[in-house]
């Protein structure tokens, strides 16, 4: 027990050591992006097997859409997911997920809608 605990507070303390937490390889959109029209959907590509247990779309003024998941729970490299309609503007989309170590992971990925107002 003392050293499962031990291993667990250096896997926080220095999550870049060792055996590094999962992690966001692309997404889409990917960060940065500028579309022409809103996504249809959200693609996740992780590095490796996880579990996603948040998605969240922000607008520019803060107003939260919570993306529903998938009901089977099974740990994933890739996600997709439905989108729900989306206006012209800037975004975000936060993600969170349990890491393969079974640690919390999260992430940003801000991309920009530039349709005709
Ligand atoms: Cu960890």
Redesign the pocket.
Known sequence: MILRSAALAL??LA?AEG?A?SELRTSAPAQGARLAAAPTEIVLRFNELVQLTALTLIDAEGRQTRVALPRDTTPRAVERLAAPPLSPGAWRFEWRAI?A???PVRGTVRFAIEGVR
């Open positions: 896997c926080l999550p055996r937490h890491s170590d079974g640690h």
